[in-house]
């Protein structure tokens, strides 16, 4: 008797707790604020995290609404505003243009949840209801150097590139060249294009990297021209932080015609545009945010202010390797990826690289979001100073979610 009551019990509770899961998924609207749409990677990534996040937790689809290709201004602040009014409960951006504009929305509406994904001032802003998150990209990035270092090297050691048949990709040092194709130099960018230089360099001590920026987040052609004109310049692999296929598919006709040139690149698989010339992309995997912003939501729980995470929670990575990558490329990477989820490789430690010949002790981040179209900077909301160099590492997105990594180390040169 006591074991069949037991028995009803538990099936009870289990259908109590069932149908509370299910009630808190329904009681969830998402509004969704994309400055892109399935057509940019970047925005693609978000487009999936978020549905595969929804799919898992039992949310319908009916309750996300989406507004796509929002321009970064006031429309963002209208199109906020809008989806408070139709009851989202959560609303969320992608942009880090969007983030003034959503700010000022989540003051407007108390009740609502805002986040600004890629946002660097919630923690200072003094909004309860504001919240920031990024991923911890750079770990990528640097694995993906590591992909191009693999790809260098065996470039070296087999001969196919040297000073004879290349000359215009190695210095009058002897140093072979990279390139970088930037949007912006954002710290964000900046955090970036360095772990993927610290990424070959670990690989290939004697090398130099030159950032071109396109001041603009997707521009296929300008993408495109950047990469020629850095080939042209003799930069042997071509990784980037824009969201096109534009620079990988420049550099697949380059290579096509004999040129020796690869490519790393960003957000999405891109060995459909450049078959031969993708080695890899470092990439986001924004369901493990989004998976725990909407569980956080539906459950009542507090939902961190400054959100980030890496490969310890899989939450970046890259994508298949191409099929030009060197052989061993695969076991190293799986070394390198372990290492940097267990903590004992850390990206931006102190004694892999030197700014103006020094090696730092510390450096001073003033986390106050400012405007910069003042002269001088103002402070619009204050915050700390703190020394980001922790235990011998630059200690990046550790006191906030969004990258501050602004250092101009040797070796990479911008224009």
């Known amino acids: ?69 929002v321009a970064e201004d006031s429309t963002c602040y209208e199109t906020a505003n809008d989806l408070a009014k139709q009851g989202c409960n959560l609303i969320i951006s992608n942009s880090y243009g969007h983030q003034t504009f959503i700010a000022k929305a989540a ?28 991923t911890n990209v750079y770990e990528s990035r640097y694995v993906s150097g590591v992909v191009a270092g ?41 955090s970036g294009y360095t772990a993927f230089y610290l990424g070959i360099k670990s690989i290939v001590p004697d090398v130099v990297m030159e950032v071109v920026y396109t001041n603009s987040w997707f521009d296929p052609d300008k993408e495109a021209v950047a990469a020629r004109d850095l080939v042209s310049s003799g930069a042997v692999i071509i990784g980037q932080h824009a969201d096109s296929a534009g620079s990988p598919s420049a550099i697949q006709e380059l290579l096509k015609s004999g040129k020796i040139c690869y490519a790393v690149g960003y957000n999405v698989d891109m060995r459909d545009a450049a ?19 909407f569980a956080a939501m539906m459950n009542g729980k507090k939902i961190k202010t400054d959100w980030a995470e890496g490969y310890s929670q899989g939450a970046v990575g890259i994508t298949a390797l191409g099929k030009s990558c060197a052989v061993g490329t695969a076991e190293k990477v799986a070394e390198i990826e372990s290492q940097i989820s267990s903590g004992k490789l850390k990206i931006f430690d102190t004694n892999s690289f030197t700014v103006n010949g020094q090696r730092l002790n510390s450096a001073e981040v003033d986390l106050s979001f400012m405007d910069w179209s003042k002269n001088p900077p103002s402070v619009i909301y204050k915050g700390k100073k703190i020394n980001a160099i922790k235990d011998g590492y630059f200690a990046e997105s550790f006191y906030r979610s969004a990258p501050y990594f602004s250092l101009r180390i040797d070796g990479i040169i911008e224009r």
């Not at 019990?9 to 969704?32: E, H, P, R």
């Not at 978020?50 to 290709?69: M, P, S, V, Y």
């Not at 993708?278 to 912003?293: D, Q």
């Open 1 to 69: 008797m006591n074991k069949i009551l037991g028995i009803f019990l538990a099936t009870f509770l289990m259908i109590v707790g069932m149908n509370g899961s299910v009630d808190a998924a329904a009681n969830l609207k998402i509004g969704v604020i994309l400055v892109g749409d399935e057509t940019e990677g970047y925005t693609e990534a978000h487009i999936k995290g978020i549905t595969e996040a929804a799919r898992d937790l039992g949310i319908n689809g009916n309750q996300i609404i989406w507004k796509k290709k």
């Open 107 to 134: 003051e407007k509406n108390p009740n609502q949840t805002f986040v600004a994904v890629t946002g660097d001032f919630a923690k200072v802003s003094g909004l309860k209801n504001f919240k920031n998150a990024f």
């Open 150 to 190: 693999m790809k260098l090297e065996e470039l070296l050691n087999s001969g196919a590139l040297n000073k004879t048949s290349q000359p215009e990709s190695f210095t009058s040092a002897g140093k072979v060249k990279v390139g970088y194709i930037g949007a912006f130099n954002y710290a964000e960018v900046v």
């Open 275 to 293: 078959p031969d010339a993708i080695l890899t992309s470092a990439t986001n995997n924004w369901k493990v945010y989004y998976k725990y912003l």
